[in-house]
Nanobody, 124 residues
Framework: QLQLVESGGGLVHPGGSLRLSCTAS????????IGWFRQAPGKELEGVSC????????LYADSAKGRFTISRDNAKDTAYLQMNNLKPEDTGVYYC?????????????????WGQGTQVTVSS
């Protein structure tokens, strides 16, 4: 089955940037819609962004609009989440997820495959 591995997390100051990567193996990423979710300490899993398969249509949570950009490079079997102007409330474990359908929703129950997560900490 599809395997996903996230990377790129770390500690960053408020206002800084990070780019998360999600690399797929065993199956081509091109066949899957991709989502990014995050879980802050003591909070529920939250949908951040997702990207469709064919049209590259993208969805963003209100908290991510204007600061985060999701993209995909099917030739590299990798999806990205560019995060700019990071805030302390962006702290959490970020997960990438995939679903074998053309479109996506920011609802964790609609995704079938998940990575192990990468920690993002925004702190001064």
């Amino acid at each position: 089955q599809l395997q996903l591995v996230e990377s790129g997390g770390g500690l960053v100051h408020p206002g800084g940037s990070l780019r998360l990567s999600c690399t797929a193996s065993r199956f081509a990423l091109a066949h899957f819609a991709i989502g990014w979710f995050r879980q802050a300490p003591g909070k529920e899993l939250e949908g951040v962004s997702c990207i469709y398969v064919f049209t590259n249509t993208t969805l963003y949570a209100d908290s991510a609009k204007g600061r985060f950009t999701i993209s995909r490079d099917n030739a590299k079997d990798t999806a990205y989440l560019q995060m700019n102007n990071l805030k302390p409330e962006d702290t959490g474990v970020y997960y990438c997820a995939a679903v074998g359908r053309p479109g996506c929703l920011l609802v964790d129950g609609t995704f079938d495959y998940w990575g192990q997560g990468t920690q993002v900490t925004v702190s001064s």
